[in-house]
């Protein structure tokens, strides 16, 4: 493997987000410049008309989910670079296509513990709405061979765009289970959200009605969390923060060029490409261990911890050192900067801060040996 680190236009920051799987970089840098390219143009688009471009950020996801390989089947690292470079053009579109390809992926994934997993059928766009919340519950019921959803769902992205999702419900007290579900159906009912945040304001993420709902199961009871693709999709979602936080060093490095940085610039631009290196390493350690079977059980917990700490921790400082160093201009005047540094704020928070740092322990706890 090479790592990506061809200079671009001058730039000192890596022109790709992670690092390129084959010898052939010239092939690899054009086909990741099409993804990026084709993103910032639905980008535009949403910008414009949000609607009209959330439709066309789930085309390009539909495409992806045609182009790219699931998770866990030997391209993990092509899967994660693309995702990046899409994140770094608009993590709004980002977003749409890492919860389509996560979907698929769990559909895949139910191929090995059932004979007839629900599919993907042709022009489908997915969703996953695995979230819990204290104030909402979904509870599924089955009649005979029939399952039927009822209750509210919290933490729904594009429940109003997409036609599909998969969906976890609580079977029993103790139980949970997960389900494929058609958002047309007449009992699935998308409640109004009052977005305030700046931050992803094109796919917010609201509450669910389902009224007795048809749902097809999708792997046996408590599968869902329990199969290693729930950890390796905490490592998908790393890697669209990963190339948000990428967005935002280009626009330092852009500064870098227009003006001659003094020691402390160039200081707070070392730094921010340290912190992408450590970003680069822990992906691409992620991948090699997904695909070469080492993330499994609690490794595959464990990496998706460490993966998801390591990322939201870089996202942060690195977005304080471009604040700090490119001053309150772009975050008061630049649309593009001001709306990714928010949509940073927003999708980073899905990583739990100081309760994964306990969970991590509590399994360092109590294994056998220490780190």
């Not at 539909?62 to 790219?68: M, N, P």
């Not at 104030?135 to 429940?159: N, P, V, Y």
């Not at 001053?327 to 928010?342: C, H, I, K, N």
Request: net charge negative.
């Amino acid at each position: 493997m090479r790592w990506s680190n061809q200079l671009h236009d001058g730039a000192v920051l890596l022109r790709t987000p992670v690092i390129l799987a084959s010898d052939d970089i010239a092939r690899d840098l054009a086909e990741l410049d099409g993804w990026g390219e084709r993103a910032a143009s639905v980008a535009r688009t949403i910008e414009r008309s949000p609607e009209e471009g959330v439709a066309l950020a789930l085309e390009l996801a539909q495409h992806a989910g045609t182009e790219v390989r699931p998770i866990g089947e030997g391209q993990t690292l092509e899967l994660l670079e693309v995702l990046a470079t899409v994140a770094a053009a608009d993590l709004s579109v980002a977003r749409v296509v890492e919860t389509h390809l996560r979907a698929l992926a769990v559909l895949r994934q139910a191929r090995d513990v059932m004979e007839r997993p629900p599919q993907a059928g042709r022009g489908s766009t997915w969703g996953v709405f695995d979230a819990e919340s204290p104030s909402a519950r979904l509870t599924a019921t089955a009649e005979g061979a029939r399952w039927t959803l009822s209750g509210r769902k919290q933490w729904c992205s594009l429940a109003g765009s997409l036609t599909h999702a998969i969906i976890t419900a609580h079977v029993g007290d103790t139980t949970r289970r997960a389900f494929a579900v058609d958002l047309r159906d007449p009992g699935v009912r998308v409640e109004p959200v009052e977005w305030t945040s700046r931050g992803l304001a094109a796919i917010p993420s609201g509450p669910v009605t389902f009224d007795q709902v048809v749902a097809a199961p999708v792997g046996g009871p408590n599968w869902y969390a329990e199969r290693p693709g729930h950890a390796w999709g905490g490592v998908v979602v790393a890697a669209c923060w990963y190339g948000g936080t990428v967005g935002v060093a280009r626009r330092l490095t852009q500064a870098a060029r227009e003006r001659q940085f003094d020691q402390i610039g160039r200081m707070q631009l070392g730094e921010l490409d340290v912190h992408l290196h450590y970003g680069r390493a822990v992906l691409a350690e992620a991948a090699a261990q997904i695909d070469g079977g080492g993330a499994i059980g609690v490794s595959a917990r464990v990496l998706a911890l460490r993966v998801r700490s390591t990322v939201a921790r870089l996202v942060d400082s690195i977005t304080f050192q471009a604040n700090r160093a490119l001053g309150p201009g772009p975050l008061a005047v630049e649309e593009d900067y001001s709306r990714r540094v928010a949509d940073l704020a927003v999708y980073v928070r899905q990583e739990h801060g100081p309760r994964d740092a306990a969970a991590l322990g509590e399994i360092i706890e109590a294994a056998a040996t220490g780190p």
